[in-house]
């Protein structure tokens, strides 16, 4: 998870890593009457059952049952706010009541990758919200990054936080965890430096036929006011179902635009939708995939990736390259890459090939859209 920028500024770390897949991010169930541990989600202790998983588009599902208890849990991130929101609803189709812990962990980074000069420093308040800060984030060391837990159709028995890593997984690690094992400690000690997280757990007893739905927040802004702002907004029952009908609507506008059909359903499927989300979510906003995680402008990449907006969002191409035209220097080479503000910083190269994009990309949106007023467009360089 990352806030304003991919690389430079991830809240939880990144990996790189296809084979082990490393977590720094965990949610576990703990049947309290059998002592068995797993998670709703494929990873980090998946139970012995098979999950359905449905990718849409702003948002992903994962659907399994274990035993009589079935589970969804949903993921997204509302198009008009700064913060991930995950939904686990639970519901308890057997003839006896269940009595349930669920748990919630985030190992924080708030930098780009942990050094000397990590200082993270996690922490609960009052309220059972948990908080986070790192002085020495450099150019984002004014974020506010918090959690917050709601659970809506139960009673809760008991909650419990911590925030140091290493006394929530112990011995047991990411698979395991030493806090949710029988007799498991909690401690309320803050969580500095790399050690820093969020975790939580909330117990409570599900009867036959109930459900529950249990709603964790992750976000980093910017003021006190808007942390209470949000946490006001989608600390409400409904507040999943509203945010996943935005989030269906707002995609719903970004993508329609285009519709073909072809005798080929797989290649309906990829173009009707998937690569222009793909196109605007990861490579034009995001600048994030899982071989890469840079976080900033390529003088090339994004040209070429503007190029596939000509038709469905023409005026987003058109940004794109006045932005790429103030990276020229008079001795005519560009910035090979950069990082947008507040950062600022790039790389200056002479990749010749860099140079025949802006000509390139700009004939193709003169061609498609006929805007020549772009052409009387001043930018520094």
């Known amino acids: 998870t990352w806030s304003r920028n991919s690389q430079a500024n991830r809240l939880t770390s990144w990996s790189n890593d296809p084979i082990s897949d490393p977590h720094s991010e965990a949610f576990y169930m703990l049947d309290e009457d059998t002592g068995e541990l797993w998670s709703p989600l494929p990873g ?9 998983v449905r990718h849409g588009f702003g948002r992903t ?3 399994s049952n274990i035993g009589s208890l079935s589970q969804e849990v949903e993921i997204l991130v509302p198009p008009e706010d700064s913060i991930k929101l995950v939904s686990v609803r639970l519901k308890n189709n057997g003839t006896a009541p269940r009595n349930l812990v669920f748990s919630s962990y985030q190992r924080l980074l708030l930098c780009s ?14 309220n059972h919200i948990q908080h986070a800060i ?9 974020g506010r990054v918090f959690s917050f837990m709601c659970v809506h159709g139960v009673a809760v028995e008991r909650v419990r936080y911590n925030n140091s890593a290493s006394a929530f997984l112990g011995e047991g690690g990411i698979a395991d965890p030493a806090a949710l094992a029988a007799g498991g400690g909690w401690e309320s000690a803050r969580g500095f430096g790399y050690d820093a997280c969020f975790s939580n757990m909330t117990s409570f007893i599900l009867p036959p036929d109930a459900e529950v739905e249990i ?14 702002r949000i946490i006001q907004k989608y600390g409400e029952p409904d507040a999943m179902r509203a945010a996943s009908a935005e989030v269906d ?25 998937w690569l222009l989300y793909q196109n605007l979510a990861c490579r034009i906003w995001g600048r994030s995939a899982f071989y890469q995680s840079g ?23 058109r940004s794109q390259i006045l932005l790429h035209a103030a990276q020229q220097f008079p001795e005519g080479d560009v910035t090979h890459w950069w990082h947008p503000e507040p950062m600022g910083n790039g ?3 002479k990749f010749s090939d860099d140079l025949l994009w802006l000509p390139y990309l700009t004939d193709h949106y003169l061609n498609v859209s006929g805007d020549h007023q772009i052409l009387e467009e001043l930018r520094p360089f």
């Open 44 to 52: 980090p202790c998946p139970p012995q059952s098979a999950f359905i």
């Open 61 to 63: 599902r994962f659907i």
């Open 113 to 126: 990758a942990p050094d000397r000069h990590h200082a993270t420093l996690a922490w609960t308040d009052g």
């Open 134 to 142: 790192n002085p020495r984030a450099g150019d984002f060391a004014d």
């Open 215 to 228: 709603l964790i927040g992750f976000s980093e802004v910017g003021s006190l006011a808007e942390e209470n």
């Open 249 to 273: 609507v707002y995609w719903e506008k970004m993508l329609g635009h285009i519709r073909i059909k072809t005798p080929l359903p797989e290649v309906d499927l990829m173009v009707n939708g």
């Open 295 to 317: 976080g900033a402008y390529g003088f090339r990449d994004q040209l070429q990736d503007s190029g596939a907006l000509a038709i469905s969002h023409p005026t987003l191409m």
């Open 347 to 349: 790389m200056r190269t």
